[in-house]
C-alpha cells in the first residue's frame, strides 16, 4: 500500500544553518505531497502542498520539490529560525483524491541559538 | 471560524472504562476524520465521513472503537473498555474539498 517515510526522528541544529527534513513515498499512482507543521500543544497545520504543474510550493520560507524519479518530497529552507522548532510530518494523498492523508512518523526539528 | 473543536482535551479513564470523544468540525466541511497520534506511530488514519456518512473506517480496532456522525455540527469517537495501549492523543480534521485538512488541538486521552 502507500507509504510515507521521513527517515529522521529528530533533528537539531544551530539557528542560521540550512533545513533539509527527507520525506519518500511510496505510491501505485501519483500523489500530492503535503508538510504539515505541529508546534508544541497545538493543532497540526498545513505548511506545503505540492502542485500539479512541478511548480515549487514555499511558505514561510520553506519550500519543498517533487521529484517524481526519487519519489520523493524534501523540506528545506535556508535559514533555521529558533521558531521553526516543531514536529514536521510529511503526508500523501489517498487515490482518488479522497481527502485521507497517509502520514509519515515525523520529524521533530530543535533549533538551538 | 473557530477552527475544528474538540473536547475534551484532556481525559483520565481506568482500564476496562468508556471514554467518548467529541469533534465539532468546520461550519460548511464536508468531510471528517479521525487520527490517532503517538509517538511510535505517528498520525494514525481511523476512520472518515462524508457528507455524514462513514467512508473508510480500515484504520479503526474493530472490536471496541466506533465513531458516530449524527448530523453535520459533530463527530464523536467511542472507545470501549479502554485499554493502557489506547493512550494516545485523538485528532479530529475536516475538509471542505481537496486535500487540506484541518485538525483540531486533539484530545489527549490517558487510562490508567
Known amino acids: 500500500g502507500d507509504s510515507v517515510t521521513q527517515t529522521e526522528g529528530l533533528v537539531t541544529l544551530t539557528e542560521g544553518l540550512p533545513v533539509m527534513l527527507n520525506c519518500t513515498y511510496q505510491?501505485?499512482?501519483?500523489?500530492?505531497l503535503f508538510w504539515y507543521v505541529q508546534h508544541l500543544n497545538e493543532a497540526p497545520k498545513l505548511l506545503l502542498k505540492?502542485?500539479?504543474?512541478?511548480k515549487r510550493p514555499e511558505h514561510q520560507g520553506f519550500h519543498a520539490t517533487l521529484h517524481k524519479s526519487s519519489s520523493s518530497f524534501h523540506l528545506q529552507k535556508s535559514s533555521a529560525q529558533l521558531s521553526d522548532s516543531a514536529l514536521y510530518y510529511c503526508a500523501l494523498s489517498e487515490a482518488g483524491n479522497t481527502g485521507k492523508l497517509i502520514f509519515g512518523l515525523g520529524t521533530t526539528l530543535q533549533v538551538q541559538p | 471560524n473557530a477552527g475544528v473543536i474538540q473536547t475534551p482535551r484532556h481525559k483520565v479513564t481506568g482500564k476496562g472504562q468508556e471514554a467518548t470523544l467529541w469533534c465539532e468540525p468546520i461550519s460548511g466541511h464536508s468531510a471528517v476524520f479521525w487520527y490517532r497520534q503517538t509517538i511510535v506511530q505517528g498520525l494514525e488514519f481511523l476512520t472518515y465521513f462524508r457528507n455524514q456518512a462513514p467512508i473508510d473506517d480500515s484504520g479503526m480496532p474493530k472490536e471496541r472503537f466506533s465513531a458516530q456522525m449524527p448530523n453535520q455540527s459533530h463527530s464523536t469517537l467511542k472507545i470501549q473498555s479502554t485499554q493502557p495501549q489506547d493512550s494516545a492523543v485523538y485528532l479530529c480534521?475536516?475538509?471542505?474539498?481537496?486535500?487540506?485538512?484541518?485538525f483540531g488541538a486533539g484530545t489527549r486521552l490517558s487510562v490508567l
Open positions: 480534521a475536516s475538509s471542505l474539498e481537496g486535500n487540506t485538512l484541518y
Open positions: 505510491s501505485t499512482y501519483s500523489p500530492f
Open positions: 505540492s502542485f500539479t504543474d512541478n
